[in-house]
Nanobody, 123 residues
Framework: QVQLVESGGGLVQAGGSLRLSCVASGRTFTYGGVGWFRQAPGKEREFVSTIMWNDGNTRYAESVKGRFTISKDNAKSTVYLQMNSLKPEDTAVYYC????????????????WGRGTQVTVSS
C-alpha cells in the first residue's frame, strides 16, 4: 500500500507561481515513478508530468513545458511540481500518483492516487 498526500494548491493570479508537493508513504520503493495529473471542471483528467525515483528522468505534457518543473527529494519521499507563469487554463484539481511504467503519461499505469489539491488561476 502507498499513501499520497498533495499540498500547495491555492488561488493565484495569472502569471503567478505555486509549488505543489506530494508526500508518499508506505511501500513507495516498489514503484518506479510519480506522476502529476490534473482535472478541470467538466473535463477529463489529463497528464501533466512524471519523474522516476531512481534516475530522475522526467516527462512533461506539451501544455506545461517550459513553465512547470517536476523534482524529487528521495530522502523525504516527496515530489514537487513548481508551476510558473500560470494561466487560467491551468485551473484544476491536481493529483499525484505512483506507478510502475517508465515515464508513462497514461492513467492506467498508476496504481495509487492522492486526493488532489485545488489550483485556481484568476485572470
Amino acid at each position: 500500500q502507498v499513501q499520497l498526500v498533495e499540498s500547495g494548491g491555492g488561488l493565484v493570479q495569472a502569471g503567478g507561481s505555486l509549488r505543489l508537493s506530494c508526500v508518499a508513504s508506505g511501500r513507495t520503493f516498489t514503484y518506479g515513478g510519480v506522476g502529476w495529473f490534473r482535472q478541470a471542471p467538466g473535463k477529463e483528467r489529463e497528464f501533466v508530468s512524471t519523474i522516476m525515483w531512481n534516475d530522475g528522468n522526467t516527462r512533461y505534457a506539451e501544455s506545461v513545458k517550459g513553465r512547470f518543473t517536476i523534482s524529487k527529494d528521495n530522502a523525504k519521499s516527496t515530489v514537487y511540481l513548481q508551476m510558473n507563469s500560470l494561466k487560467p487554463e491551468d485551473t484544476a484539481v491536481y493529483y499525484c500518483a505512483v506507478g510502475q511504467n517508465y515515464l508513462s503519461p497514461l492513467e492506467a499505469g498508476y496504481y495509487y492516487w492522492g486526493r488532489g489539491t485545488q489550483v485556481t488561476v484568476s485572470s
